[in-house]
């Protein structure tokens, strides 16, 4: 058990907006044209520091000085104070900002920034962006973000390594636990799926999808996913060559394998029920890597009760980024043998041994030899050789982005409700009093014991979450198109309740999210065989591609005082997508005869 734990620690994850109108957007020089200085900056994750790395700065300067020579290429480390029970936004706004003014004196247009960001890295620096090229802020108290607008100008391109821009299971594990105790509790509860922080991301891509201010960023995506291949879970020099190496190799796999079934993500083989294929770096599942998802927002009423999938709109944090899924897991296990999608190895300073799973896409972005002038003879050398030598690996990646080889979707819902409404006693594993004893004293003076019922906060209690989001959201099979029953195989894996303000409920005034009941649900969708997959394969890329259709039943639990009526929702659904569905059901109460239940 403190082996499995030890795993954990080792893999543990790296709202209300205020829009600034009228921001004056800098005269932007094509990165072609640009003669200043080049910024390179590392941002690591939770419970980490610069080094998560590796050597990234000895390897990355030296081939990009061969492939760009004369350029002025200068790279910097931003450390924040991980642990230190605070949170993103405070890590972004204050740490972020601070480090940027202090290290990059007197910038112009010539000059230029390039981000590299592993797990909640990613989450500092758009944050960070949000406010310093948008003017979204949650708070007045940041408004000092706004000066750093020419910075987010001048900055090229955002690189995230399996940030988990829609949340990450592990940080709930963790925080149930209390595995990193309560320094990390903060940045661990912003992780969780449906958190304040998620949602505001949430919300902040559907309102920057509005804005048509210029942003000369670009934005890559990189997700890790674990290999299926066990060769590939080590570099292979000096560790599985047979041996101890080897035993090492196969107990290792064999745990891991364990871990992500039971609680992350894995596709299946079809025509059967067995793990197929990883879909997650052991932190972040694949479609909470990606910062594009598929959105609504809609107010449910008696008369008006089905969201129609023509509804959903695509919408992308910042705007599109391109997507690179990459065999490797989040962090390295024990030392730089692994195969961690952020640890740079010394070793890729020879393009003839470098399989490290995202460097090889990582310099290629930043030295951009489609668009700026490499040396022909450094490019054939070093990157070229780079992509022939991670060739299967590459072509593998292809098939993963662009087909229909995923298969794990996940539906995140944030349910607004009356604000008097509370879940019924059942879904709950805890009764809602604890007794205490307190010593006070009588009017005489004399000392007496008195026992109190005192109210546990619901927030602290703990909800049968299968039981309540089973309930709650049921798949419909009776509303699905007759082709999708014919070709698929759809099942819902996991249901999870999740930051719910459930401590305020009946307190409306009180608090923002008094009135919401926030579920993650996950799920799969794959070919019912290989036949379908032959007969069906252009249908079935076309389908994935605009996104299933998959109908949902929704109807929140009768209380002595509501009955809801039944909602249909008919989700935009996509493997290795995420869904987000913000529904007012307020109004969906009380609508037929039937009476309400007692609790």
């Known amino acids: 058990m403190s082996f499995m734990l030890f795993l954990f620690l080792g893999f543990i994850i790296s709202c209300q907006s205020t829009p600034i109108q009228n921001r004056q957007t800098a005269n932007v020089i094509p990165a072609a044209e640009k003669k200043g200085r080049h910024f390179i900056i590392t941002v690591h994750g939770i419970r980490e520091e610069e080094t998560r790395f590796g050597q990234i700065e000895k390897v990355l300067i030296s081939h990009l000085q061969e492939l760009r020579p004369g350029i002025d290429y200068k790279f910097l480390q931003f450390r924040y104070p991980t642990g230190s029970d605070t949170n993103v936004y405070d890590f972004a706004y204050n740490h972020l900002s601070r480090f940027l003014n202090e290290n990059i004196k007197n910038p112009t247009a010539n000059d230029s920034i390039v981000f590299i960001a592993h797990s909640q890295g990613g989450l500092v620096v758009d944050v960070w962006k949000a406010g310093a090229q948008f003017g979204f802020i949650p708070d007045q108290k940041y408004k000092h973000v706004l000066k750093d607008q020419f910075y987010s100008q001048i900055t090229d391109q955002v690189i995230t390594l399996g940030t988990p821009f829609w949340g990450s299971n592990q940080a709930k594990f963790a925080l149930n636990l209390n595995l990193l105790k309560s320094d990390y509790d903060q940045e661990l509860k912003g992780m969780v799926f449906n958190s304040d922080l998620i949602l505001w991301l949430r919300y902040l891509a559907v309102e920057i999808s509005k804005q048509t201010a210029f942003d000369p960023t670009r934005y890559t995506n990189i997700s890790g996913i674990l290999s299926n291949h066990r060769n590939k879970l080590f570099y292979q020099k000096d560790v599985i060559h047979g041996g101890k190496g080897q035993m090492i190799a196969n107990v290792a796999f064999a745990l891991i394998r364990g871990v992500v079934k039971r609680h992350s993500f894995s596709s299946e083989k079809i025509n059967s029920r067995e793990p197929d294929r990883f879909e997650s770096d052991l932190t972040v599942i694949v479609p909470s890597g990606r910062a594009s998802f598929y959105n609504v927002e809609k107010k449910l009423t008696c008369e008006n009760d089905t969201v129609q999938a023509e509804e959903f709109s695509t919408v992308s944090l910042f705007k599109p980024a391109h997507y690179i899924l990459a065999e490797g897991v989040h962090s390295t296990l024990v030392s730089q043998r692994t195969r961690g999608i ?258």
Not at 374 to 399: G, H, W
Not at 517 to 545: A, M, N
Request: aromatic content about 8%; charged content about 30%.
């Open 342 to 599: 952020s640890d740079v190895p010394a070793f890729c300073i020879d393009p003839n041994k470098c399989v490290h799973p995202t460097y090889r896409y990582v310099l290629n972005l930043i030295a951009d030899c489609e668009r700026l002038n490499c040396s022909p003879e450094a490019k054939a050398r070093i990157l070229d050789k780079m992509f022939e030598v991670n060739q299967v690996d590459t072509e593998y990646n292809k098939i993963l982005t662009a087909g229909i080889d995923l298969q794990g979707f996940s539906l995140d819902l944030n349910l607004q409700v009356p604000p008097d409404y509370e879940l019924p006693e059942k879904y709950f594993r805890d009764l809602p009093y604890t007794e205490t004893e307190t010593e006070e004293f009588d009017s005489e003076g004399n000392a007496i014991t008195v026992t109190r019922r005192k109210a546990v906060p619901l927030s602290d209690r703990r909800i049968e979450n299968k039981k309540l989001v089973r309930e709650i959201i049921q798949l419909d099979g009776s509303k699905m198109g007759e082709d999708l029953l014919q070709m698929t195989d759809i099942r819902i894996i996991r249901r999870r309740e999740g930051m719910s303000g459930l401590a305020c409920w009946g307190k409306a005034d009180l608090c923002s999210n008094a009135r919401e009941l926030r579920l993650h649900i996950t799920g799969w969708i794959k070919p019912k065989s290989l036949e379908v997959v032959k007969k069906y394969q252009e249908s079935l890329i076309e389908k994935y591609r605009d996104g299933l259709v998959l109908p949902f039943t929704i109807q929140l639990p009768a209380t002595a005082k509501y009955s809801f009526k039944k909602a249909t929702l008919f989700g935009r659904i996509r493997p290795g997508y995420s869904t987000f569905a913000k529904l007012d059901l307020s109004e969906t109460n009380n609508c037929t005869q039937n009476s309400p239940v007692k609790d």
